[in-house]
């Protein structure tokens, strides 16, 4: 996190001129981030005590009734949050604390800071979406490949079995 220290009236600190649009995307990116931050981690922190919990079971219909398979949802928007989101509200928080505190000392700082952050923003961004796309593309293969099995073996008991006429 960032601490920010501003004085109004302050001569060392010439934050009188800043724009408050500044200063209220400055609040609200932060506002954001901890939120973001707080809900991944309250998720985890109730989930985790039932992951753990299920890992001491060795009955497997124990794992197939734990909360935390039903909880697949929360955990993976925990994730998302916390990773995805929460790292680049951090990216954009860096950016407009730069236009915050450099604003009246040197614009070019400021200017220089984002020219820098954006391309790491962008970067990010198609990382993230050529990561996620992967582990959906993964995920559908895997479905497919069980739908294809299942069919088979549907096909194979149709073949194989025993018939009606026979019992």
């Given amino acids: 996190m960032v601490e920010v220290q501003l004085q109004k009236g302050d001569p060392s600190e010439k934050i009188d001129d800043v724009p408050e649009g500044l200063f209220i995307s400055f609040s609200v990116v932060t506002t954001i981030l901890v939120a973001v931050h707080l809900f991944a981690l309250m998720i985890s922190t109730c989930i985790l005590p039932n992951i753990e919990a299920v890992s001491n079971v060795h009955n497997i219909t124990a794992v197939n009734e734990s909360p935390h398979e039903h909880m697949r949802v929360f955990i993976e928007v925990a994730w998302c949050f916390s990773t995805g989101l929460g790292i680049f509200l951090f990216l954009v928080e860096i950016a407009v604390l730069m236009w ?38 993964h995920k559908y293969e895997r479905s497919a490949q069980g739908l294809i099995e299942l069919e088979n073996m549907a096909t194979q008991l149709k073949d194989n079995g025993p018939r009606v006429e026979d019992v």
């Fill in 100 to 137: 915050v505190k450099f604003y009246q000392f040197s614009t070019w700082a400021a200017i220089i800071s984002t020219g820098i952050l954006v391309p790491v923003l962008i970067l990010f961004v198609a990382f993230a979406v050529h990561f996620y796309r992967t582990l959906v593309v």
